[in-house]
T-cell receptor, first 114, second 113 residues
Framework: GAGVSQSPRYKVAKRGQDVALRCDPI?????LFWYQQALGQGPEFLTY????????KSGLPSDRFFAERPEGSVSTLKIQRTQQEDSAVYLC????????????FGQGTRLTVV | QQQVKQSPQSLIVQKGGISIINCAYE??????FPWYQQFPGKGPALLIA?????SEKKEGRFTISFNKSAKQFSLHIMDSQPGDSATYFC????????????FGTGTRLQVTL
């Protein structure tokens, strides 16, 4: 595709619900990143994949957050038992390679937990 | 711990003026310093980036100034235009890579006519 595609664009979840956020990276991009952007703040790193391998998950805030990229392309960020503090925009970015490559961001998924 | 501090939080500049945004970092292992531009409802887009082996980089109306000893870097937007109105984020990473970016808190720039 032309860019990084994320779906859904908006998600409203009741507290305690599980949600799954999808990211389609740019075709051929090896590296994929997830970031969380709270309202009025800069993005914060969540996790990083190189192909299907999750090389860094140090930013995941709790064990309720889980990310996967089973075939090295599409990635899913899953949040279990959502809490109000999970409300944020979740951004996905991909780059051709992890080293020195520009990270291209998707438009994000705005998650609101009510 | 906020590793990249950004100021000001918001900025209003007249059309044709110079916009200046400043960032300071703490981790001396950082070696890649990009600036991102974000419009409402969009993801951040890379504007310009610098590595610590140079003190300045210019691309069109955008210039990064880098002071390694002070651990500071800044973005200058010359001849600011209304279309530049957006939120700007500085960021930093280590290992010569764009992975695991640490972002500043953002500066909301408004360019008035």
């Amino acid at each position: 595709g032309a860019g990084v595609s994320q779906s859904p664009r908006y998600k409203v979840a009741k507290r305690g619900q599980d949600v799954a956020l999808r990211c389609d990276p740019i075709s051929g991009h090896v590296s994929l990143f997830w970031y969380q952007q709270a309202l009025g703040q800069g993005p914060e790193f969540l996790t990083y994949f190189q192909n299907e391998a999750q090389l860094d998950k140090s930013g995941l805030p709790s064990d309720r957050f889980f990310a996967e990229r089973p075939e090295g392309s599409v990635s899913t960020l899953k949040i279990q038992r959502t809490q109000q503090e999970d409300s944020a925009v979740y951004l996905c970015a991909s780059s051709l390679a992890g080293t020195g490559g520009e990270a291209f961001f998707g438009q994000g998924t705005r998650l609101t937990v009510v | 711990q906020q590793q990249v501090k950004q100021s000001p939080q918001s900025l209003i500049v007249q059309k044709g003026g110079i916009s200046i945004i400043n960032c300071a970092y703490e981790n001396t292992a950082f070696d890649y310093f990009p600036w991102y531009q974000q419009f409402p409802g969009k993801g951040p887009a890379l504007l310009i980036a610098i590595r610590p082996d140079v003190s300045e980089k210019k691309e069109g109306r955008f210039t990064i100034s880098f002071n390694k000893s002070a651990k500071q870097f800044s973005l200058h937007i010359m001849d600011s235009q209304p279309g530049d109105s957006a939120t700007y984020f500085c960021a930093a990473s280590k290992g010569g890579t764009a992975s695991k970016l640490t972002f500043g808190t953002g500066t909301r720039l408004q360019v008035t006519l």
